[in-house]
């Protein structure tokens, strides 16, 4: 018979498994405590949590939780830290892929977006990408770009035209 800890434990990576739009397993072994202080700290920052579960919680918060098609990560082994991404899919992968690179930990073992499994590979090509608040920075200096020629132009031949009328202006005071 399971533990009432465990049964609690699990109710409760159902939930954050339910309202994570993006999860991150990685193996944490080797870490210091301040270095997964400093990751986690990071990734909270970014609108994400980072914990630490058992496997088998794990494979069952996944199999009867809403991301049932996730079960091919079935291979979970070894300690494992997880990371909920929940409010933007993207950037706490990002800080996370970031660690990993400057400090060759944690290991990302696998993930989920939605409900589709991704691979190690997969997850660092999404850590890649340009975030929500990049995207939305680009998309509206696009969309100032125009505004802003034609602003130019049109004062461009403004002050032609003033520079001409002064020019008239002159030359009849002069006479």
Sequence with gaps: MPSQRNINQLSALKDKFSR????????????????TQALRQGVKDAGGEMTVAKNTLLKLALEQGPRAKGQG?????????????????????KVLAKFAAD????????????SESLTAEQIKELASLPGFNELLVKFMGQMQGPAYGLVGVLQGN??????????IYNKNCTN
Aim: no cysteine.
């Design 20 to 35: 994570a739009k993006s999860v991150v397993f990685a193996d944490h072994s080797g870490m210091s405590v301040p270095d």
């Design 73 to 93: 990560l079935r291979e979970l082994a070894g300690p494992t830290s997880v990371l909920f991404a929940y409010q933007d899919e993207i950037l706490p992968i």
């Design 103 to 114: 400090h060759d930990k944690p290991l990302i073992k696998a993930g989920l977006l939605g």
């Design 158 to 167: 403004i002050t032609k035209l003033v520079l001409v009328l002064k020019a």
